[in-house]
C-alpha cells in the first residue's frame, strides 16, 4: 500500500493525540489498531537530520520525544478553546460550550457569523402569546412578515401594554418654544397629516407651522379680531377660523387662498367644527356664536362652495343667552350644544337637513363643556352646578344619563377640610379616554377626577396642578394616556390606569415668570403634542432629536403680518400698500418681534426663499422722512444690483412682453369704459376709475366706501414695548410687488397637501 506522506504537520500531531487519548479510555484496542496504521501509513510527525531531511518515526519514538504531552492533552485544549472564544467571539449562551454546536454556539463562529441570525417556522410558533420576535442588533434582515402573522394566528396576540410601557413617555421633551405671536394664542390644531401645526391668536392672526422643525409657512391675515376657534376638514383641504369680529373666514391650505367669509352670525363665534357626516359631496360646517344661534353651513367638497345662507336655530330663551360649547357624534348623525341656560340640545342631520330633536333640562348651571365618545352615541357634559353627566342614546331619542358628582371622594382617601367643604365645586373641562372606558373631569379646585364611564364609580383623583385646568387631550391610540394643561403653567401627562404623573413640563419664561397654558393637541401618531400660551409662545414637544429645531430663531415673525387691510362689504381684504391679496404677494422677510431682519441664514427659511441670492436675502434699510415730518428707518430696496444689471433686467424680452400686455389692456379697458358711459363723466370730464390690477380677486371691490383696518393693538406682552413688527407695514419694498411670474409660482404651490380619498373615508 503506498505510503501517504501528503499531509501537513498539524494533521500529524492530531493522530497522535488522538491515539494517545483513546489510550487513557475504554477503546484500548482501537488504540492499539490506530498507533499500528499510522506507523504504516507513516503519519506520525517525522524526524528531521541535520541536512534538513526528514526520516520517518516509530510510535515508541514519538512518545519518548514528547514525554511532556499527557494522555490527556488533546481533552485539556479542548477544555480551553470554549473560555477563549467566549471573549473574541460571544456565544448566545454563556458558559455553556460544545463541541457540537451550531451558528452562535458553533466552535468555529466568527464576527460574521453573528451577522446571520435566521428563525426557523417553529421559533414563530414557539414565541410567549404570539409576541412577534424582536430582531437582534446584530440582525441585519427584516423579519418575514408572513412567518411572524402565522406565528400570532397559533399562539395568540401580545398585549399593548407589554410591547409599550408607560415609562416610554417620558422621553417626551421640550423641542423648541417659538415667539410667533403678540398676543395669547388660545387656539392650536395639528393638519391630517401631523406635519402642519396652525395656531390661532389675540394678535388676529392665523399662522401655519411645520411641526418636524418649527419652520413658519404662512400668515393668513383677515380677522379684525381675536381668533376664538380653529377647525380643518376631513380632507385636509381647508381651515376655518371664528373670530370676536363675528365672521368665519375659511382659507384653502393648498395654497392659502381665501375661501369664503361668512357672515350668519350677531356674536362673536364660540365654538367651529367640521361635521363628520358625509352624503355625496354635500359637508356641513357648524358654528356657535354668544348670539346664542347655533348655525349649520353646508358646503360642496367637489367645488369647495359654501352655502351663503346657513340652517340657523336660534337658541334664545331670554336675553343674554350664550351657547359655549359644540361636539359631534363620531359619524356626525348628532350634535350636541351647552349653552348658558343650563340647557343641552341635540341636533340630527340624518334626515336630510339638520333638526332639533331633544333638550335635556338637568343641570341646573350653565352647560360650558360637553364631549361625545369616540365611538357610539354617548357623550359627557360638564356644568358649573359642580356635576357632569354621561348621557347614552336609548330608543326613540330617548336619553338616559349618570350623574358624576365632583363633591364625591375615593373611599379611604383623606377627610377633606372644614374649609374644602364650604368650596363648591365647578366641572371646568371633560374628555375620555381613546377606548371611551373612563371619563376625566377637570375641576375649579385644581384636581382632575377619573370616572368610570359605564358606572360612573371614582377611581382617581390626579393632583398636581396649581391653578384651573382647561385642557384635557387624550392620546390618540393610547387608553392609558391624558394630557392636561392649565393657566399654572404645567403640562402634565397622566397614566390613567395607575392615576399618576408620567411626565411633567413647567411653562417659565425667562424674566416674565411663567405662561399660562391654552390649548394643546396630539399629532395623530401620538410622537409629539403642541401647546399654546398667554405670551404668544408655540411650544413643541416629542420624542426624539430636537436638532431639526435648532436652526430656528426664537422669535419668527413675517414683515408683513402685521400690515394694515383694505376690506370690502364681502369682508374679503388686500393688503393695503401693494393692493395685493395677501395669498399671492411674494415670500416676506423673516424678522424678530422688534422688526428687524433675520441674518441671511434665517431667510432661507421662509419658503420661496430658499435658493435666493445671499445678497438679496436682507433687505437694505434707509432713513426716509414721513409726511408728518418724522425720520423713520424703512425699507428702501431689496435689491442691492448695480444701476447697469437692474436696467438690463427691466430690458429683459419677457418683462417687456408683459408691459407691452398690461398697457394694451388698460387702453382697451378705457376705452371700452368710455363708450359705455359716454356722457356719464362728471362736468369736469373726469375719467372713470381704474380697475383693479388684474392680481386683484374678482370678488374684492376697491371702492370709495372701501375702509382701512389695521388689526387692534391687544395684549402687548411687556408694559412699554416698542411695538416693533407692528410698524413694518410701513416697510415695504418695491420688489415686493408680485410680478406675473411670481404669482404663477406661488399659486402652484403647496403649504398643505391634500389626503387621499381611502385615508379619511
Wanted: hydrophobic share 35%; proline share 7%.
Amino acid at each position: 500500500m503506498a505510503k501517504n506522506r501528503n499531509i501537513s504537520l498539524l494533521e500529524s500531531e492530531l493522530y497522535y493525540l488522538i491515539s494517545r487519548f483513546l489510550t487513557t479510555g475504554p477503546c484500548r484496542r482501537a488504540a492499539e489498531v490506530l498507533a499500528s496504521e499510522l506507523e504504516e501509513y507513516q503519519l506520525l510527525p517525522g524526524r528531521l537530520d541535520w541536512l534538513g531531511n526528514e526520516h520517518p518515526r516509530t510510535y515508541e519514538d514519538v512518545i519518548a520525544a514528547n514525554r511532556h504531552i499527557a494522555p490527556d492533552h488533546l481533552l485539556q485544549i479542548c477544555k480551553q478553546i470554549g473560555p477563549i472564544l467566549d471573549k473574541e467571539v460571544p456565544s448566545c449562551v454563556p458558559g455553556v460550550h460544545s463541541l457540537l454546536g451550531s451558528g452562535k454556539q458553533s466552535m468555529l463562529r466568527t464576527a460574521k457569523d453573528r451577522d446571520r441570525v435566521r428563525f426557523t417556522a417553529s421559533s414563530y410558533a414557539a414565541l410567549h402569546r404570539g409576541r412577534p420576535p424582536e430582531r437582534p442588533l446584530n440582525c441585519k434582515n427584516p423579519l418575514p412578515l408572513v412567518k411572524v402573522h402565522r406565528g400570532r394566528e397559533l399562539t395568540g396576540t401580545q398585549r399593548f401594554s407589554s410591547i409599550n410601557p408607560v415609562s416610554n413617555y417620558q422621553h417626551m421633551r421640550l423641542h423648541r418654544r417659538i415667539l410667533g405671536h403678540l398676543s395669547a394664542v388660545y387656539c392650536i390644531a395639528f393638519d391630517r397629516t401631523g406635519l402642519r401645526i396652525f395656531t390661532g391668536s389675540d394678535d388676529c392672526l392665523v399662522k401655519i407651522w411645520s411641526s418636524f422643525d418649527g419652520r413658519l409657512h404662512s400668515t393668513l391675515r383677515g380677522h379684525s379680531a381675536e381668533i376664538t376657534d380653529l377647525a380643518v376638514n376631513y380632507e385636509n383641504t381647508l381651515i376655518a377660523a371664528g373670530s370676536c369680529d363675528k365672521t368665519i373666514r375659511v382659507w384653502c391650505l393648498r395654497t392659502c387662498a381665501p375661501v369664503a367669509v361668512l357672515q350668519g352670525h350677531s356674536g362673536s363665534i364660540t365654538s367651529l367644527q367640521f361635521s363628520p357626516f358625509v352624503k355625496g359631496s354635500k359637508r356641513y360646517m357648524l358654528s356657535t356664536g354668544t348670539d346664542a344661534t347655533v348655525c349649520f353651513w353646508q358646503w360642496d367638497v367637489n367645488n369647495i362652495n359654501f352655502s351663503d345662507r346657513p340652517h340657523k336655530f336660534t337658541e334664545r330663551p331670554r336675553p343674554g343667552i350664550q351657547t359655549v360649547c359644540s361636539s359631534f357624534s363620531p359619524g356626525g348623525m348628532f350634535l350636541a350644544t351647552g349653552s348658558t341656560d343650563d340647557v343641552i340640545r341635540i341636533y340630527y342631520l340624518g334626515n336630510g337637513a339638520p333638526e332639533k330633536v331633544s333638550e335635556l333640562h338637568e343641570h341646573t348651571d350653565k352647560v360650558d363643556s360637553i364631549q361625545f365618545c369616540h365611538s357610539g352615541e354617548r357623550f359627557v357634559s360638564g356644568s358649573r352646578d359642580g356635576t357632569a353627566r354621561i348621557w347614552k342614546l336609548h330608543q326613540r331619542q330617548q336619553w338616559r344619563c349618570i350623574l358624576l358628582n365632583m363633591s364625591a371622594t375615593i373611599p379611604g382617601a383623606e377627610p377633606v377640610s372644614e374649609e374644602e367643604s364650604y368650596f363648591k365645586p365647578k366641572v371646568t373641562m371633560v374628555a375620555w379616554d381613546r377606548h371611551d372606558n373612563t371619563v376625566i373631569t377637570a375641576v375649579n379646585n385644581h384636581l382632575l377626577k377619573v370616572w368610570n364611564s359605564y358606572t360612573g364609580q371614582l377611581l382617581h383623583i390626579l393632583k398636581g396642578h396649581e391653578a384651573e385646568v382647561f385642557v384635557l387631550e387624550p392620546h390618540p391610540f393610547d387608553p392609558r394616556i391624558i394630557l392636561s394643561a392649565g393657566h399654572d403653567g404645567n403640562v402634565f401627562i397622566w397614566d390613567l390606569l395607575q392615576g399618576t404623573n408620567t411626565q411633567h413640563y413647567f411653562n417659565m419664561i425667562e424674566g416674565q415668570g411663567h405662561g399660562a397654558v391654552f390649548d394643546c393637541k396630539f399629532t395623530l401618531d401620538g410622537q409629539r403634542f403642541a401647546c399654546t400660551d398667554s405670551h404668544g409662545h408655540l411650544l413643541i414637544f416629542g420624542f426624539g432629536s430636537s436638532k431639526p429645531y435648532e436652526k430656528l430663531p426664537d422669535q419668527v415673525f413675517f414683515h408683513t403680518d402685521y400690515r394694515p387691510l383694505i376690506r370690502d362689504t364681502n369682508g374679503f381684504v388686500l393688503d393695503e400698500q401693494t393692493q395685493q391679496a395677501p395669498h399671492l404677494m411674494p415670500p416676506p422677510f423673516l424678522v424678530d418681534v422688534d422688526g428687524n431682519p433675520h441674518p441671511p441664514r434665517y431667510q432661507r427659511l421662509v419658503p420661496g426663499r430658499e435658493n435666493i441670492a445671499a445678497e438679496h436675502l436682507v433687505p437694505q434699510l434707509g432713513y426716509v422722512a414721513t409726511s408728518d415730518g418724522e425720520v423713520v428707518e424703512q425699507v428702501i430696496s431689496q435689491q442691492t444690483a448695480e444701476p447697469e444689471e437692474v436696467a438690463a433686467r427691466r430690458n429683459s424680452l419677457l418683462d417687456q412682453a408683459i408691459r407691452q400686455l398690461q398697457q394694451q389692456h388698460d387702453r382697451q379697458y378705457q376705452t371700452g369704459t368710455e363708450a359705455a358711459q359716454g356722457d356719464g363723466a362728471g362736468p369736469g370730464g373726469q375719467a372713470p376709475a381704474l380697475a383693479p390690477a388684474p392680481s386683484t380677486p374678482r370678488r374684492v371691490s376697491v371702492n370709495d366706501r372701501a375702509e382701512v383696518q389695521s388689526p387692534p393693538n391687544v395684549g402687548l406682552r411687556r408694559s412699554g414695548q416698542v411695538e416693533g413688527v407692528r410698524q413694518m407695514h410701513q416697510n415695504a419694498p418695491r420688489s415686493q410687488m408680485a410680478t406675473e411670474r411670481d404669482l404663477q409660482a406661488w399659486r402652484r404651490r403647496v403649504v398643505v397637501p391634500e389626503l387621499p380619498p381611502s385615508i379619511y373615508r
